[in-house]
């Protein structure tokens, strides 16, 4: 299976930790919303990779967060 490769700049990103992260929390997931797309980063490797998602995405991860998510078996 080929996967389309796209690249995203984020040198302008300007990323935000949870309001739920504690003042000195080091493991953290940071995220960025730029244009058409959501950036999240691990804020321990800020140079790192990051995954990105179109809005819809974010979206429904975010209220599958607030609603419990799931357990994988």
């Keep these: 299976m080929e996967t389309e490769?796209?690249?995203?700049d984020l040198t302008r990103a300007v990323w935000?930790?949870?309001s739920r992260s504690g003042p000195n929390c080091d493991?953290?997931?940071?995220v960025?919303?730029?244009a058409g797309v959501v950036a999240v980063r691990d804020s321990k490797d800020p140079t790192g990779p990051a995954l990105i998602f179109d809005p819809r995405e974010w979206a429904a991860f975010?209220?599958?967060a607030r609603v419990g998510g799931f357990v994988a078996s």
């Excluded at 490769?5 to 995203?8: K, L």
């Design 16 to 18: 935000r930790k949870s």
């Design 32 to 34: 960025a919303q730029l």
């Design 5 to 8: 490769e796209f690249r995203v």
């Design 27 to 30: 493991n953290c997931v940071e």
């Design 62 to 64: 975010v209220g599958g």
